[in-house]
């Protein structure tokens, strides 16, 4: 991952300071930097979402294409994520440098919507075990300034949101041979809910509190974090811990007790802005990247 | 729809252009604090995102190093998003390698690597989306991002495409005449010396028509170095203003 190297003087800077709840840029241990959401950035998909938690800059498209469901799941569609750790973010993701990282956030992606809970993948569905919606989710790296599990996850539900799907309707001949109708209205689609979306919290420990939204420089002086993921109503769909250093079981009660406090906050802030955008529609100036 | 026409009679083209006008460009510089040098271009609905790292020591191999000017490495990339049906490698394939090799050749025209001998210089492009004019969007936008990394070259490189449709040349081609299957001719241009720095020609096309083909594409690229001119002062003025006296 893209890192920076810090002096011991200046490690030993941050950690004093974060025993104080006083932060290098003036944040407190449970506050996130300013967080800008944007959707609807990308006219080529089904839906997009651009996320920048200060230095980190994270572009989501979602694209709905039409395949066979699974064996295992006949009625259901189902999501696919691909992650690209772009060059831009740093030299070191050129060619291949950028896959483990991607492979791990991919991973990580994938247990958190395992649960049938977070995403009604039964709405996915056209005809069962013959068509269903398979909904691409591709998560583009453009900027790495710490933080990027949150900033994806962010992200990830904004795009959802965003999504809209062609509605279709299935004709029947007099043989049995099923068609599919496209809808002629391009604004007739279905929406995903995305109540149950889960948003994922790190929570890094320095010294001996712990800190949410690390900076590159906070992540460089944090032996071990604790990786939540939380819906909106507070409970928990996966739990990872990364990092070299090891948490005792105490830690990790009390990280999970500030992780379901901040993301309860975190989804009503975002929840906020996405209906605020939906509010207004097609007279919303769409900034992007010039802004 | 039936018979697209790509050059109607009273001489439109399909979004409504005429033969040699440009699609509308924006651009932002400075768009990552991260990088040396960024850069965000939008060609029509084409979207390109450069970034510059350098200059800077050698990564990797060292014998790679050239002994008397600067090494230049680029990457072109497509987002998988960008294109109307979903790309399932964002870079490594035929196409992207052919797009970074044709990056290097025309920066290594236009920057003066003899002034940084030993290190690398390296320049990330990355599509978000794909309308047409790909590589000179990724020209275009790479342009700002070196002028913003405050790497020295010998002039702006402007890039533009044009095709030739019914005895018309057309500047600026966009994804649905690309498609169409005409000859298209995409060049990269010093506008101030009038050198070339890249010359691509698709499909087949009389060398009769050649030399208004490349008049046009040549015309087309003033016109964005006149854009991108203003952009770059914009910015500069944008930035010391910010600083202060």
């Known amino acids: ?291 | 729809m039936a018979g697209l026409e790509l050059l109607s009679d009273e001489g439109y083209r399909v979004d409504g252009r005429r033969a040699g006008e440009l699609r509308k460009v924006r651009a932002r510089m400075g768009v990552f604090a991260q990088a040396d040098g960024s850069a965000y271009l939008e060609q029509g609905n084409t979207k390109a995102l450069a970034v510059v790292y350098g200059p800077h020591e050698m990564r990797g191999s060292r014998s790679k190093a050239l002994h008397d000017r600067a090494l230049v490495n680029c990457q072109y990339s497509m987002a998988t998003f960008s294109t109307g049906e979903r790309k399932r490698r964002p870079h490594g394939d035929r196409k992207s390698s052919e797009m970074t090799l044709h990056l290097k050749q025309t920066f290594e025209a236009a920057i003066l690597t003899q002034l940084y001998p030993r290190s690398q210089i390296d320049i990330y492009v990355q599509i978000l989306q794909a309308d047409g004019g790909n590589y000179c969007a990724c020209v275009n936008a790479a342009t700002l991002a070196t002028i913003d990394a405050g790497i020295p070259m010998r002039d702006y490189v402007c890039a533009c495409s044009a095709g030739f449709i019914e005895d018309t040349p057309l500047a600026d081609l966009n994804y649905v005449e690309e498609a169409a299957g005409g000859p298209q001719v995409a060049l990269a241009l010093l506008p101030k010396s009038d050198q070339i720095a890249l010359l691509e020609m698709n499909s087949r096309l009389h060398e009769d028509h050649l030399e208004q083909v490349m008049e046009a594409a040549s015309k087309a690229c003033k016109d964005m170095y006149a854009v991108l001119d203003q952009v770059v002062r914009d910015h500069v003025h944008e930035v010391t203003t910010l600083l202060g006296e």
């Not at chain 1, 709905?64 to 030299?91: H, I, Q, R, W």
């Not at chain 1, 795009?159 to 002629?184: C, H, M, Q, W, Y």
Request: aromatic share 6%.
């Open chain 1, 1 to 291: 991952m893209a890192s920076v190297v810090l002096s011991e003087a200046e490690k030993v800077y941050v950690v004093h300071g974060i025993q104080e709840d006083l932060r290098v840029d003036g944040r407190g241990c449970e506050d996130y930097r300013c967080i800008e959401v944007e959707t609807d950035v990308v006219s080529n998909t089904s839906g997009s979402a651009r996320v920048k938690l200060g230095h980190t800059d994270i572009l989501v498209g979602v694209k709905a294409e039409m395949g066979t469901p699974k064996l295992e799941n006949p009625n259901e569609g189902y999501l696919e994520f691909f992650v690209d750790c772009s060059a831009n973010a740093t030299p070191e993701f050129e060619g291949r440098g950028g896959e483990e990282l991607a492979t791990e956030i991919v991973n990580t992606l994938y247990r958190i919507f395992s649960s049938e809970s977070t995403i009604d993948v039964k709405s996915l569905c056209i005809n069962p075990r013959e068509h269903c919606w398979v909904l691409y989710v591709d998560v583009l790296l453009l900027e790495c300034g710490g933080n990027l599990f949150d900033a994806i996850s962010i992200a990830v539900k904004a795009a959802l949101f965003n999504t809209r799907i062609p509605k279709v309707r299935v004709l029947e001949d007099e043989e049995g041979s099923k068609e599919i109708e496209l809808s002629d209205d391009p604004y007739d689609c279905i929406r995903l809910n995305v109540d149950n979306v889960p948003c994922i919290i790190t929570l890094s420990k320095i010294g001996c509190r712990h800190v949410v939204d690390a900076t590159l420089q906070e992540e460089a002086c944090s032996l071990a974090s604790l990786l939540l993921s939380v819906t909106s109503r507070g409970t928990f769909t996966c739990m990872k811990k990364l990092g070299n250093g090891s948490l005792d079981p105490e830690s990790i009660f009390e990280m999970m007790e500030t992780g379901k406090r901040v993301g309860k906050t975190l989804h009503a802030s975002l929840q906020k802005i996405l209906d605020k955008e939906e509010s207004l529609g097609t007279t919303r100036q769409k900034v992007g990247f010039l802004g």
